[in-house]
């Protein structure tokens, strides 16, 4: 599986934008980038995916760079609720079920 | 929203028991899944199931562990003699196909003595 490399750790302030990197430099052209998060004491959650153009959702925006090397999770105002570990992952669609690969993720602290 | 739902939250067992963690996915999916997670370590994968059978396996999953879909609702993950490493949050997952998010449940904390 391509592998992804984020910082371990990130600081925010309440009600600011966060921007949460990722770098994925051997991506596939098949390969989508997924973000889950996983809030303290509880299961991975779903936020957003994407393959080649900028996504919007409820919960954040995924911006991903033209080379498809790096992609940027947005939140774009921190609430206290939006600390948790963020993973980048990367999920090849080949069809049928395809489990997914946590890696380390990065720990967002948001600041009151 | 429709969510997916574990059973016992917090399991204590000692060494050496059988432990049968629970799980109901969301209502229309068809793929489920059990991940664990040790404290402070990451989310791994443990297992996949689809159409009453086991799609893949880690090599945690050996064969102290099993599952099950008793009926149209329940998803178990059984193992057999609990050793002291086995105590982790298991998380179970489904999706409606294969290739679609994943939604987890809060998870079971199994804590062996």
């Known amino acids: 599986d391509a592998k992804t490399t984020q910082p371990n750790s990130m600081e925010s302030n309440e009600e600011e934008p966060v921007h949460l990197p990722c770098n994925h430099s051997?991506?596939?052209?098949?390969?989508?980038i997924h973000w889950y998060r996983q809030l303290p004491s509880q299961g991975p959650e779903y936020v957003i995916h994407?393959?080649?153009s900028n996504v919007n959702n409820r919960m954040a925006s995924l911006a991903i760079a033209e080379d498809r090397k790096s992609s940027t999770l947005i939140l774009h105002r921190a609430t206290l609720r939006d600390a948790a570990v963020y993973y980048c992952?990367?999920?090849?669609?080949?069809?049928?079920?395809?489990?997914?690969?946590f890696g380390t993720g990065t720990k967002l602290q948001v600041i009151p | 929203e429709p969510e997916v739902t574990q059973t016992p939250s917090h399991q204590v067992t000692q060494m050496g028991q059988e432990v049968i963690l629970r799980c109901v996915p969301i209502s229309n999916h068809l793929y489920f899944y059990w991940y664990r997670q040790i404290l402070g370590q990451k989310v791994e994968f443990l297992v996949s199931?689809?159409?009453?059978?086991?799609?893949?396996k880690s090599e945690i999953f050996d064969d102290q562990f099993s599952v099950e879909r008793p009926d149209g609702s329940n998803f178990t993950l059984k193992i057999r003699s609990t050793k002291l490493e086995d105590s982790a949050m298991y998380f179970c997952a489904s999706t409606r196909q294969g290739r679609d998010i994943q939604y987890f449940g809060a998870g079971t904390r199994l804590s062996v003595l």
């Open positions: 994407g393959l080649t």
């Open positions: 992952i990367l999920r090849l669609y080949s069809g049928g079920y395809q489990k997914v690969t």
């Open positions: 199931f689809y159409n009453n059978e086991i799609s893949e």
């Open positions: 051997t991506i596939s052209g098949t390969d989508y």
